[in-house]
């Protein structure tokens, strides 16, 4: 009995490691997509009406939104009806199952890397839309940056704290959903 216990335990903490490589993985990925799409955001930006920037800000905070609800879904959700499923061979329930068994490395890469990113992405785009929106409407910088700044911050966290519930509630829904997508693009 002492060691079975003592071997859970040892699993236990096993699980509990940070996976280093994953973790350097990320940090370059979010590096790279955030210097990338800095980059293009900043260039597609320069001469875009006040109206198409606004909805370019509202497309990635959109995104941010549904990745974090997918983030928040796969930690939420029950992996036993995906075995069930993936025991009769239902297109995406081997992938739910996968990425629930790596829901931690899921729920980072849809919450973090992706949400952040596109966080960075609708401020840098913000940065665009405020010196437009200064322009246009003839207003301080300093006002117009605020306005922006305060659109963007209460979108994202109006959009989050919406879409939380919905995917703790609908978890294992949210989850499948999501696998048949990416089962679209799986060899397996």
Not at 36 to 49: G, N, P, R, T, Y
Not at 74 to 97: I, L, N, Y
Request: charged letters at 20%.
């Amino acid at each position: 009995m002492k060691k079975e216990v003592r071997e859970q335990l040892e699993n236990k903490h096993k699980k509990q490691l940070i996976d280093v490589k994953f973790t350097i993985t990320l940090t370059l990925v979010a590096f790279l997509l955030s210097v990338s799409l800095s980059f293009l955001s900043d260039i597609a930006m320069k001469d875009v009406s006040l109206l198409v920037g606004f909805l370019v800000i509202i497309l990635f905070i959109g995104i941010a939104i549904i990745f974090d609800t997918i983030g928040v879904a796969v930690t939420a959700a029950d992996e036993a009806p995906f075995h069930a499923m993936s025991s009769k061979r239902v297109k995406g329930a081997k992938m739910a199952v996968k990425l629930k068994k790596n829901a931690e490395k899921t729920s980072t890469f849809c919450c973090d890397v992706i949400g952040d990113v596109c966080g960075v992405i609708s401020g840098a785009a913000g940065v665009a839309v405020a010196s437009k929106m200064s322009e246009v409407l003839n207003m301080s910088l300093l006002v117009s940056g605020l306005v922006v700044t305060g659109f963007i911050a209460a979108f994202t966290i109006g959009g989050k704290s919406i879409e939380k519930p919905i995917a703790i509630n609908n978890g294992n829904k949210i989850l499948y959903e999501f696998a048949k997508i990416l089962s679209i693009f799986s060899k397996n």
